[in-house]
């Protein structure tokens, strides 16, 4: 079974047109691209996530402002994905306090 797994400290986004995605985030570590989150229109039949040639995970369009929102909000954060089950993940990096206000 093949797993990738990376923590990320900074992104890039780019909206894209006439191509079969319609944006992509660059996920990088220390300015070095480590994985790619795509979003495709909603109706359109969606690849699987991947490991090889690269790292990235597969997402509609209407969740691009919740990814984003965890990108903006959260950290340290980390990368995820099971090549064998093609399911990704991002996710917190480390345990979180509980609470709106965490560690104020």
Same mark, same amino acid.
């Given at each position: 079974m093949s797993t990738f797994n990376s923590t990320f400290d900074s992104y890039q986004i780019r909206y894209c047109s006439g191509i079969s995605y319609e944006a992509i985030i660059y996920l990088f570590k220390e300015k070095d691209n480590v994985a790619r989150l795509f979003f495709y229109d909603n109706d359109a039949a969606l690849p699987q996530n991947q490991? $090889?040639?690269? +790292?990235?995970?597969?997402?509609?369009?209407?969740?691009?402002?919740?990814?984003l929102d965890v990108l903006q909000t959260e950290k340290p954060l980390k990368i995820s994905i099971n090549d064998e089950l093609k399911s990704g993940v991002?996710?917190?990096? $480390?345990?979180? +306090?509980?609470g709106e206000e965490e560690g104020v």
């Open positions: 490991i $090889d040639p690269y +790292p990235a995970i597969i997402f509609t369009l209407d969740r691009f402002r919740d990814v991002i996710s917190s990096a $480390d345990f979180e +306090p509980v």
